[in-house]
């Protein structure tokens, strides 16, 4: 079993910066592909940005080039940094595991944080 929790969240200017963290603990973090997903009220919950065991990453189309996921496996921990946030990306963010591999859509994992607050003000 893979205790996930989230840090990092809060109330930002829109265009500033926000690196959430996500700690694991409970099994192998090596092992486990880890995502992080993001919902808005009245949304569904949409994938961010994830990143393999190998440290491969694959990221959401409307965050490319502002957003970066990373991983410390010593440490148990995976990152989100986010830069140029917008309005528009004001939700509960979410880390996950799964293994192995990443997937897409939510379903496809298997252990979940509780969420952390992301407010961008405009």
């Known amino acids: 079993q893979v205790q996930l929790v989230e840090s990092g969240g809060g109330l930002v200017q829109a265009g500033g910066s926000l690196r959430l963290s996500c700690a694991a603990s409970?099994?192998?973090?090596?092992?486990?592909?880890m995502g992080w997903f993001r919902q808005a009220p009245g949304k569904q919950r949409e994938l961010v940005a994830a990143?393999?065991?190998?440290?491969?990453?694959n990221y959401a189309d409307s965050v490319k080039g502002r957003v970066f996921i990373s991983r410390d496996n010593a440490k148990n921990t995976v990152f989100l940094q986010m830069n140029m946030l917008k309005p528009e990306d004001t939700a509960v963010y979410y880390c996950?595991?799964?293994?192995?591999?990443?997937?897409?859509?939510?379903?496809?994992?298997?252990?979940w944080g509780q969420g952390t607050q992301v407010t961008v003000a405009s």
């Open positions: 990143i393999t065991s190998s440290g491969t990453t």
């Open positions: 996950a595991a799964r293994a192995p591999g990443i997937r897409a859509t939510p379903g496809g994992y298997d252990y």
């Open positions: 409970g099994g192998t973090f090596s092992r486990y592909g």
